[in-house]
């Protein structure tokens, strides 16, 4: 991957909270601007998105130094595979609606590898320079 890892997680934290915002002030709204039939407890969709925002605030915490908040990369990869497999599992068993699977393979599936390499990515060159300086 070539993309440079800061704007990686800036384009990560505006997606979390374009997708998130509307969900938050309306659950209701938005459910019926989808075509899905409103959830019984908006409440559950506003902590939910609420999740979702403070999350994006944490990939754009990591973007402002990323070997510095190397240890948070993993919960952005933690978040999306929790999420995705929670509305999976949702939608297999019918208590999910296809449109909301659609949603989360864009705002998550796609993302879980990408925010692995990048764990893997900086924590390996945390190690490196941590060897490096131990045989100096």
Sequence with gaps: MNLNGAL?????AIVNWL????????????AHASGIAPANYPFLVRIWTGMVIMF??????ISS?????RHLIKYAWIEKS???LSVTIGYLSGRAPGEIIILIIFTDYVWIPVFLYYDWLVSSRARRQHTEELES
């Design 65 to 69: 130094d990323m070997d510095g908040k």
């Design 8 to 12: 990686v997680f800036r384009i990560g």
């Design 19 to 30: 997708v998130a915002i509307g969900g938050f002030i309306d659950p209701t709204l938005v």
């Design 56 to 61: 994006g605030a944490m990939f754009w915490e």
């Design 82 to 84: 929790i999420t995705a």
